[in-house]
């Protein structure tokens, strides 16, 4: 009877045993969900205004995002783009504006997702060609404004970044004999921005 009872909780343990063997084969962990673009604690990004390139001129950026805050470092040669047209009330059509190599500093904020409001300063040097002469003339100007753009993800590395710019700067004039240049206080300019995000360390 004894050894009869013996067997029978040796075999009740060994079925108990292979069951939760194949439980524990069935269950899988949890994976976790994969934070979304929006949701990083911190990440390292590039990016650049490609047309500038299309243009014989360049630009570079280098941004560290912490939550919702990014500080971006950039500079800009906008080649043989003529930036006078996104001026507002410019003084006379006589002339044209480039960028030529200047620095900037941009902070922002996503205000929802990966939409970012932002304010910056850039210290730019444009040159002024009166397109009559030919005659070209070096202005200096500390420019800042607001800007808004949308980082579109493609995976969790790419994107794209189309935005508007809202430049300001103070009153700037130069000579040109008879003639004199003022450069517009406000400039209104669409941009496109492509982007690598290098880095990211999630919350």
Not at 85 to 102: E, V
Not at 135 to 144: P, Q
Request: aromatic share 18%; glycine share 8%; net charge positive.
């Amino acid at each position: 009877m004894k050894k009869r009872f013996f067997l029978f909780v040796c075999l009740f343990l060994a079925s108990v045993s292979l069951f939760a063997q194949r439980d524990s084969l069935l269950v899988k962990p949890v994976a976790e969900s994969t934070p979304k673009t929006y949701e990083v604690k911190s990440a390292i990004e590039v990016e650049s205004l490609v047309p500038m390139f299309l243009t014989g001129g360049f630009h570079f950026c280098i941004g560290y995002r912490f939550y919702r805050f990014r500080i971006r470092l950039s500079v800009i040669n906008g080649g043989h783009y003529d930036a006078e047209p996104a001026g507002i009330k410019n003084s006379s059509n006589d002339f044209k504006r480039f960028y030529k190599t200047s620095p900037g500093v941009f902070f922002g904020y996503n205000i929802w997702r990966n939409l970012e409001l932002y304010t910056y300063l850039e210290l730019h040097t444009f040159q002024i060609e009166q397109e009559s002469t030919g005659i070209c003339k070096d202005l200096h100007s500390t420019d800042t404004g607001l800007g808004i753009s949308y980082q579109f993800f493609i995976g969790k590395i790419f994107y794209v970044q189309p935005g508007f710019h809202l430049y300001l700067r103070a009153d700037k004039r130069l000579d040109f004999g008879p003639v004199i240049y003022s450069i517009p206080n406000v400039d209104f300019s669409p941009v496109l921005r492509l982007g690598v995000r290098l880095w990211s360390k999630s919350k």
